[in-house]
Nanobody, 120 residues
Framework: QVQLVESGGGLVQSGGSLTLSCAASGFSSDAYAIGWFRQAPGKQREGFSC?????????FVGSVVRGRFTMSRDIAKNTAYLQMSALKPEDTAVYYC????????????WGQGTQVTVSS
């Protein structure tokens, strides 16, 4: 059974940085992808990035976080990371990671979410 556990959220000032982790278990190989999503208060959940654990290739959706957020992975730890910099108050949200066979497939396992709050 696949399990995903996020960590690293917290309170940060505008312009600051945070790194989120998504620790995965239950996979028999590195043939999966981790997507990152967020849901701000009163808004729908939005997906904005994905990393393929096979080769570390990354995809970003839209331009809201492009250039400020990066992704990486540690295969030995089955962990994906989301490095966030130049944070803005509008980045405040609950951040989720989810897994799929690849970045184009449906995400079918989800973590519990971690709160990121950016103060102005």
């Amino acid at each position: 059974q696949v399990q995903l556990v996020e960590s690293g959220g917290g309170l940060v000032q505008s312009g600051g940085s945070l790194t989120l982790s998504c620790a995965a278990s239950g996979f028999s190989s590195d043939a999966y992808a981790i997507g990152w999503f967020r849901q701000a208060p009163g808004k729908q959940r939005e997906g904005f990035s994905c990393i393929d654990m096979r080769d570390g290739s990354t995809n970003f959706v839209g331009s809201v976080v492009r250039g400020r957020f990066t992704m990486s992975r540690d295969i030995a730890k089955n962990t994906a990371y989301l490095q966030m910099s130049a944070l803005k108050p509008e980045d405040t949200a609950v951040y989720y990671c989810a897994s799929a066979y690849n970045c184009r497939a449906d995400f079918d396992s989800w973590g519990q979410g971690t709160q990121v709050t950016v103060s102005s």
